[in-house]
Structures are given as structure tokens and as C-alpha cells.
């Protein structure tokens, strides 16, 4: 993850992990549901901005963001076409079985 998004030494690395790990420890003391792949993602996109903005690689950052933002409808959508689906074969095996 660290190279595809920025180049990581040691100590980046160390300083992203430990970002993420502090941000799921007090998400987690909240009761605030988080993602640990959004977190590092982020720290890692944070501790290569640091370095230089040009450090991080936008064009693959941009690409993980909308992928975040896409994930809760499409899976939404997702969900409620397989709930419709499922409600339907429910109904026709209903009938089938109590004619």
C-alpha cells in the first residue's frame, strides 16, 4: 500500500502505522465504527503530503477516495436488489407450496 501511494522509509512507515493505530484506538473508545484499510490509507497519504505534496501519488489517492465514497450506495443498491430478488423467489415458492 505505502509504495503505490507514497514512497515509504522505515520511519514513514512506523509514523503511519502508528496514526492509524491511535485513530482506530480512540474511534474504537468512542464507539465509532471506522475502517482500518480507510485509516492507513489515509496516514500513509498524510505522512507523504508532509514530505512534499508532490511525494504522494494523487492520480492513485483519487482513485481510493471515490472508491470510498462509491462503496456505501453501491453496496446499498446492491443489497436492496438481492433483498427484492430474494422476496420474490419467497412469494413464488409461497404460492408453489400453498396453491
Partial sequence: MGQK????????????????AVTLFMSSAFGIPVSTTHTITG???GVGSLKRMSAVKWGVAGRIIWAWILTIPCSALIASLSYLFAQIIIRANAVEINP
Fill in 43 to 45: 496516514a500513509i497519504m
Fill in 5 to 20: 501511494v507514497a514512497k515509504l522509509k522505515p520511519v514513514d512507515g512506523f509514523c503511519a502505522e502508528t496514526g492509524a
